[in-house]
């Protein structure tokens, strides 16, 4: 996530409010209907409905999932500070328990700062469903920034409908020394982009755990992932790119996989790394994003 506090803003205070205002101004996080319950200092809550497309057979919407994380995770450590400061991610890694229970209609979303210093910080996060089943567990790295805004905010964003995949078609594909490789074209949809025009980390978080869910099940895999983790070594730009994933290692119980966002250069932007294992479930698996 990219998040801006306001100048003149009380140091190490964030309000409900504020945070609301922001997510009004043009963002992802508004258009998911992410709604901030309770901002303070190293804490913060929010609620998100469930409704169709968020929940899959087996899992949350892995966009849904990433958003979730990386701005729960930032706010719980930007609040503690200055009010002027800015702030990107670095890493972040989400734990999947398990989905929400039939009778949810919202989700409870907890991000806590666990450390916080000059350069940045470390917070997580506890996503619940309303019944109190534990969905998804989340850790990130956070670091400061005194990068301003590019541009003014826009305007607020009409509500995102989900499933949604940023994903094209594969264009290649093979195998590599671990398994599997597959490259496929990113389509850039500025409603998924932040303030920066960078496309939001949970949403390259999501794209990642997409493009490694199509890999194994087209070589006929019935996996789950436990746990995604991504590392952004560079601003994503709304812009042409690829998705490459291989995988690395694989059992008849697990696999790991790992995607590198490609600009179009060939310059990596994002890594991925995915851990699955295998589905003890009856029917068709239907959890692949497309």
Do not use: K, W
């Amino acid at each position: 996530m990219t998040l801006d506090a306001r100048p003149g803003a009380a140091p190490g205070f964030l309000s409900a409010d504020a945070v609301a205002a922001m997510f009004a101004e043009g963002s992802i996080e508004a258009a998911l209907g992410i709604e901030p319950t309770s901002v303070r200092p190293g804490r913060v809550a929010f609620r998100v409905a469930l409704g169709a497309g968020r929940v899959r057979p087996h899992s949350l919407d892995p966009t849904l999932l990433g958003v979730l994380a990386d701005c729960a995770a930032g706010i719980s450590v930007f609040s503690v500070g200055s009010g002027d400061t800015a702030g990107v991610t670095a890493e972040l890694r989400v734990d999947l328990v398990g989905r929400p229970a039939p009778q949810a209609a919202a989700l409870v979303v907890q991000g806590t700062a666990l450390r916080v210093g000059h350069g940045g910080g470390q917070g997580s996060v506890r996503i619940e469903d309303d019944r109190g089943f534990l969905v998804a567990t989340a850790t990130a790295i956070m670091a400061r920034s005194t990068s301003p805004r590019p541009h003014p905010v826009g305007e607020p964003r009409p509500p995102l409908a989900l499933p949604v995949s940023v994903l094209g078609p594969d264009v290649s594909g093979g195998d590599g020394p671990g398994g599997p490789v597959s490259v496929a074209d990113v389509v850039p949809d500025p409603q998924l982009t932040n303030a920066y025009d960078a496309l939001h980390g949970g949403v390259v978080l999501g794209l990642a755990q997409c493009h490694q869910e199509r890999l194994l099940a087209a070589s006929g895999r019935r996996d789950q992932h436990t746990s995604v983790t991504a590392e952004y070594l560079r601003p994503v730009a709304a812009a042409a790119m690829t998705a490459q994933t291989e995988v690395t290692r694989c059992s008849a119980r697990f696999c790991s996989l790992r995607t590198e966002v490609l600009a179009a250069d060939g310059t990596v932007l994002a890594r991925v790394h995915g851990a699955t294992t295998a589905a003890d479930l009856d029917g068709p698996f239907a959890d692949p994003c497309e």
